[in-house]
């Protein structure tokens, strides 16, 4: 029987990217290989376009990426079809989340959020470089934010987002307010565009991550890889019964040996 197709789906801080120096090489022996079985690595993350444009880039990726937790899914052009690049919106417009959260803080609650920094804060608050903030600002769907207030207040902001269509996800760094979609919801999506263009193939998912933000979609896949966040603090619950590979080692390091593993499974060569 021919092997499945697969396409993995991969979320970046923390994940292929390691946690504090956003080095990914040591996971390049497993880039590598997927590339040589063309088998699309599909990255997932909170980061927005311009900030996995570059990535993308230096990596060599030519597959479609999904951004801001799943805010929009980009398809370059020719990818599914003839045609110029495609950008797939998933959720609400980021100006409708701004205003909204105007409202909020004049009610009294206290964060900072991406669009009250300048980009030199933003490098301070996240080791990026001012230049790498500046890409992380330009943001299409979703409001990075520092929480500054109690837990109980935090309890009451996301009943308040609820109520008004959106909500708060907890990333590595940011809470990050968007619409009720995740990053399981553009995965879906994409997968069905693969299964559509080309529909002899049996395509199967695998997902990668390391924070909640991630947790959707690991259930969502058909093969979870948790990449251990390497502080012994457990943030991902999966159904007991799903198909769930944990790493050893944080970051790439990690994200290296289980996409090595799989590969040695699903492609015996
Ligand atoms: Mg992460």
Not at 250 to 261: D, F, K, L, R, S
């Amino acid at each position: 029987m021919a092997a499945p197709a697969l396409i993995l789906f991969s979320d970046l801080d923390g994940t292929l990217l390691d946690h504090d120096t956003y080095d990914w090489s040591p996971a390049i022996p497993a880039l590598n290989r997927l590339k040589a079985r063309s088998i699309p690595i599909v990255l997932t993350s909170s980061k927005t376009r311009a900030e996995i444009e570059d990535l993308r880039s230096a990596m060599g990726n030519s597959h479609p990426f999904i951004v801001e937790n799943g805010a929009a899914i980009i398809v370059p052009e020719n990818y599914f079809d003839p045609g110029p690049e495609q950008t797939l919106y998933l959720g609400a417009s980021r100006d409708g989340i701004l205003q909204y959260l105007h409202e909020l803080r004049a009610q009294g609650f206290l964060f900072t959020g991406f669009s009250d920094l300048t980009d030199d804060e933003v490098a301070s608050h996240t080791g990026l470089t001012p230049e790498r903030a500046a890409r992380a600002r330009q943001r299409m769907a979703t409001e990075p934010l520092i929480w500054q207030g109690t837990d109980d207040e935090l309890a009451k902001f996301r009943q308040a987002l609820i109520r008004a269509g959106l909500q708060a996800l907890a990333g590595g760094r940011f809470l990050h307010v968007m619409g009720q979609f995740d990053k399981a919801d553009a995965m879906a999506q994409l997968k069905g565009l693969y299964q559509h263009r080309w529909p002899e193939r049996k395509w199967q998912t695998i997902a990668l991550g390391d924070s909640p933000n991630d947790q959707a979609m690991l259930a969502g896949a058909d093969l979870a890889v948790v990449i251990t966040t390497g502080t012994g603090e457990e943030r991902i619950q999966l159904p007991p019964s799903h198909p769930v590979i944990r790493s050893r080692q944080p970051g790439p390091e990690g994200w290296n040996q289980c996409v090595m593993a799989i590969l040695d499974c699903y492609h015996r060569s």
